[in-house]
């Protein structure tokens, strides 16, 4: 499986960004994609998890504030960022797990930035 991400970028305090990943290759029907991020001197962490069957996992740091959702191909899953706060700023990555899983790691996209800054 190839992920790949898109839609990083700068916004200000209190914004709105998108984040999408596609995915191409042998794709099993059984599978849950995700987005984790990764800040400059922190571990990476799961930001949120949707399962093929549309079931969703969020960090608490982000529940309320960001949507994880999925196309009807459920072949590209998007992320959306509402209310961002500096915090927020990180490198994020998107990931695919071959099963129902709250952490799919088998595969991972290229990161893109997301900076929130005035």
């Known amino acids: 499986v190839q992920l790949q991400a898109s839609g990083g970028g700068l916004v200000q305090p209190g914004g709105s960004l998108k984040l999408s990943c596609a995915a191409s290759?042998?794709?099993?029907?059984?599978?849950?994609m995700g987005w984790y991020r990764q800040a400059p001197g922190k571990q990476r962490e799961l930001v949120a998890t949707?399962?093929?069957?549309?079931?969703?996992n969020y960090a608490d740091s982000v529940k309320g504030r960001f949507t994880i959702s999925r196309d009807s191909a459920k072949t590209t899953v998007y992320l959306q960022m509402n209310s961002l706060k500096p915090e927020d700023t990180a490198v994020y990555y998107c990931a695919w797990g071959n099963k129902y899983t709250n952490y799919p790691t088998d595969y991972w996209g290229q990161g893109t930035q997301v900076t929130v800054s005035s």
């Open positions: 949707i399962s093929s069957g549309g079931s969703t």
């Open positions: 290759g042998i794709i099993f029907s059984i599978n849950t």
